[in-house]
């Protein structure tokens, strides 16, 4: 008997004592925007982390133009010739992307959504974060160390996105809390690192007294306070996704505080929603991830390499 043989047979055995008949060795196609934004790259490895611990594997598929709707759609016509065990989808556009759902849906491949909400489409799961909470909370901790009052420009992500209209809601419900802080302006900077730089150098010529920037990302916020340095100014700047190179700024005292909107942890919880449902497990058709804002007081526990991060539980992260 090889060890091929005896591994089959000892999970044939655990599953036959846990009433539930499966084989690992699944394939999950999992599916992200783009590889430009490092957001992104955690939820690739989170999906990755948990796939490894329950023995299944993970095909990536991501757009080499970024956030590109024809690829991503292009894509799914190529994992449906493939038939996956299933999916984890992070859709380019919650809107564009119904048809390509309506495509996995009638190959009859179980999706999973994961990070923004589709508009449209049948799920095993949604699994996400208040983007409301979080840029309520970030919002209100600029605002505090602000003293209450300032002026603040705001870097938005992608309009018409779930998780910037979401964000932004958070952040003028704050403001509506604050009456010392003034906006002078609000600008797109598309969640991307470079575009923010550029908005912020151009409006840094228009108003060159800023006392605050509130980014809807971490990327934005990093493009934001490369901007500053270059114009040889200050501002306290706070960002979303609490990313390893958001929290080493924030060891460092160069970044305020970063929402944790953890990208690592929506891939962890997306790729095991998929197994469990695939196995016969109970899988909650919502799960809203925990939200905190990461600042100098508790970074200690988000300072951690990416490859030595390890999946939180299912029940930690589900209730059950």
Not at 19 to 40: C, M, Q, R, S, W
Not at 136 to 146: D, E, I, P, S
Not at 200 to 223: C, F, H, R, S, W
Request: glycine residues 10%; positive net charge.
């Amino acid at each position: 008997m090889n060890k091929m043989t005896l591994k089959a047979g000892f999970f044939a055995a655990l599953c036959g004592a846990a009433g539930v008949a499966h084989a690992d060795g699944e394939n999950i196609a999992v599916f992200t925007k783009n590889l430009t934004n490092p957001y992104f790259q955690s939820v690739r490895l989170g999906a990755e982390n948990a796939a490894k611990q329950m023995h299944a594997s993970i095909t990536n598929y991501v757009p080499t133009k970024p956030d590109s709707i024809p690829e991503q759609m292009s894509q799914i016509d190529d994992v449906i010739v493939k038939k996956p065990s299933a999916v984890v989808f992070v859709p380019v556009d919650f809107k564009a992307m119904g048809p390509g759902v309506a495509k996995l849906n009638a190959a009859k491949i179980p999706t999973v959504n994961i990070v923004d909400k589709a508009q449209s489409g049948n799920f095993v799961a949604f699994v996400g974060a208040s983007d409301y909470q979080i840029g309520l909370q970030t919002a209100r901790y600029l605002f505090k160390a602000m003293g209450g009052k300032g002026s603040i420009i705001i870097l938005e992500g992608v309009r018409g996105t779930s998780t910037s209209d979401e964000r932004m809601r958070g952040f003028h419900d704050a403001l509506k809390e604050a009456p010392g802080i003034k906006v002078l302006s609000t600008q797109p900077g598309n969640y991307q690192r470079l575009q923010a730089l550029q908005v912020m150098e151009n409006l840094l010529q228009t108003y060159p007294k800023v006392d605050g920037v509130l980014a809807a990302n971490d990327a934005m916020a990093i493009g934001a306070l490369d901007a500053l340095d270059g114009a040889n100014l200050q501002a306290k700047v706070v960002g979303i996704n609490a990313s390893k190179e958001a929290v080493d700024m924030i060891k460092q005292g160069k970044l305020l505080a970063s929402g944790d909107y953890s990208g690592f942890k929506q891939g962890c919880i997306g790729a095991m929603a998929a197994l469990r449902s695939l196995r016969g497990q109970p899988v909650p058709r919502d799960i809203a991830l925990k939200t905190e804002v990461v600042t100098s007081a508790n970074y200690q526990q988000f300072d951690v390499a990416p490859d030595k991060l390890s999946c939180p539980t299912w029940a930690d992260a589900t209730g059950q």
